[in-house]
């Protein structure tokens, strides 16, 4: 199906654990984002992207590393999880200079 | 980071009330756009405004940009029981393309 989709939607790790969070577009937007959602904060963004191979921190991007080898892809990686990133994740999409993005469906993820 | 204030941070209405919130920034925007959240699901946009006093429909949504650019407001009338779900504000500066939300209304609708 064409869109934005997430994978996995809800994921349950351990402190200390690498996870990587999938997301990938078919519109071949050129920027890609990366935000979490967390009750009292609203929507914060963590990393984006502008095309493949460049990326920028935003808000919040401490514990986090991305990479966008390609348009389509851009996965998010918590190198090592801390309780505090547990939070819902979503991956949103846009054409750049457009005024909207599009967004996944999301990741629910808990650190234990 | 850009901090967007959103009020009131939740309402419950009864079905057919009008609804008002607003969004408060401490930076001038470009573009503020409004999102909406159902359970489980990822924003969607509702509306978008372009410039400064702009006045913009979509049905039942009424969303206006604040003369100072630093703030934005949106209407929704006549409530019905699918408008239950968490309402963004969001900014965007031209040049970026960095989006950055509010914290959200959650809206709740009483039939």
């Known amino acids: 199906d064409a869109g934005i989709t997430q994978s996995p939607r809800y994921k349950i790790t351990e402190t200390g654990r690498q996870v990587t969070l999938m997301c990938h577009q078919t519109?071949?937007?050129?920027?890609m984002f990366w935000y979490r959602q967390d009750l009292g904060h609203g929507l914060r963004l963590i990393y984006y992207s502008a095309a493949a191979d460049i990326t920028d921190k935003g808000e919040v991007p401490d514990g986090y590393v991305v990479s966008r080898s390609k348009t389509e892809n851009f996965p998010l990686t918590l190198e090592s999880a801390t309780r505090s990133q547990t939070s819902v994740y979503f991956c949103?999409?846009?054409?750049?200079?457009?005024?909207?993005?599009?967004f996944g469906q999301g990741t629910r993820l808990t650190v234990v | 980071g850009q901090q967007l204030n959103q009020s009131p941070q939740s309402m419950f209405i009864q079905e057919g009330e009008d609804v008002s919130m607003n969004c408060t920034s401490s930076s001038i925007f470009n573009t503020w756009l409004w999102y909406k959240q159902d359970p489980g699901e990822g924003p969607v946009l509702l509306i978008a405004l372009y410039k400064a006093g702009e006045l913009t429909s979509n049905g039942r949504l009424t969303a206006q940009f604040g003369i100072t650019r630093k703030d934005s407001f949106l209407n929704i009338s006549a409530s019905i029981p699918s408008d239950v779900g968490i309402y963004f504000c969001?900014?965007?500066?031209?040049?970026?393309?960095?989006?950055?939300f509010g914290t959200g209304t959650s809206l709740t609708v009483i039939p």
């Open positions: 519109w071949s937007h050129s920027y």
């Open positions: 969001a900014g965007l500066y031209y040049t970026g393309n960095q989006f950055y």
């Open positions: 949103a999409s846009s054409v750049e200079g457009a005024t909207e993005a599009f």
